[in-house]
């Protein structure tokens, strides 16, 4: 059961940001097999593993989403590669009380597509050109490439998303706009090719999980409210 679980997820339907790329690869596939010729062949079999590789890095697993109202789940897929201290980003205007901030690596391998970790309302938003260090290092977080946002719950906490661009990644999507309402778990957008996600918890709220563990985005729970 759990291989055939395995292989349901990893082929499961992609997002539709990825809809061009696998048209163009499809495309180019179609095109090289028509040509008779070894050229054609060899630009017919990049043209189908870039397929497959794009159907794979754009999927859209299906997630159970917890759906409580007093708890906080993971953004995104990948490892939790560090838990700081610090004050939440200056440019949403938050003010400087150190907050705890949960820093998740996504590899290549990892699902790419963001997620709202609580309900709530959009009340800020901010992207800052940058730099492409690898999103691993912690100077990532204040130099590369990103965009942030930040939900206001009912109760006026506030939770900060960050997505950032990596030493691969060069296109950051976020689909969410400020006043726009998100139910927990809802897919907000996505960040090519490798890249990393800093959340920052409300004042008061201590994360439930270690440096190392796997995060599952939409399911994994990272802290109670």
Known sequence: MSILHSIRTNI???????????????????????????????????GSLFFGFCWYFFRNPKRIIPHKNDILIS???GTVSAINYIPPPVDLGLGDKPV???????SIFNVHLQRIPVAGKITA???IKGKFFNASLDKASEHNERNAICITLP??????VVQIAGLIARRIVCNADINQQFNMGDIYGLIRFGSRVDLYLPDGCQPCIEVGQTMIGGET????L
Do not use: E, N, T
Request: aromatic share 12%.
């Open 221 to 224: 729970i990272v802290a109670k």
């Open 100 to 106: 705890w901030r949960i820093s998740i690596f996504l």
């Open 155 to 160: 109760d006026g906490k506030k939770v900060v």
């Open 75 to 77: 953004p995104a897929d």
């Open 12 to 46: 499961s339907k992609p997002h539709k940001a990825g809809y061009p790329f696998l048209c163009i690869s499809a495309l180019i596939s179609f095109i090289g097999y028509r040509i008779h010729a070894r050229i054609g062949h060899l630009i017919g079999l990049i």
């Open 125 to 127: 938003r901010s992207y």
